[in-house]
């Protein structure tokens, strides 16, 4: 949700939400009650965010924060990861 919302993208909002990916899906009933929208809403109102994000600047944004920087290909590639993940969810 902080992606969608969050006025100045950041770059660990990305890096974490694909890292809590690996570890469970999200949890649309709380995302719903949350922000008064249905699944499908919400998927093309991320959708919509993510194609505004500059994944470039943002890996640049994170770096700093990783263990490696190699892990920024976590948000370069994220558009990719996103749209195989969402397949299984619409």
């Known amino acids: ?3 969608v919302e969050r006025k100045r993208e950041k770059g ?3 890096f974490d939400v694909s890292y809590l990916m690996g570890l469970a899906e999200p949890d649309f009933s709380y995302i719903g009650k949350y922000m008064n929208i249905n699944q499908e809403q919400f998927l093309k109102l991320f959708d919509a965010r993510l194609n505004e994000l500059d994944l470039s600047f943002l890996a640049r944004d994170v770096e700093p924060f990783l263990f ?3 892990q920024k290909v976590r948000i370069l590639t994220f558009k990719d990861y996103w749209n195989t993940q969402k397949d299984k969810w619409s």
Do not use: A, F, H
């Open 1 to 3: 949700m902080t992606v």
């Open 12 to 14: 660990r909002d990305l």
């Open 68 to 70: 490696s920087s190699e």
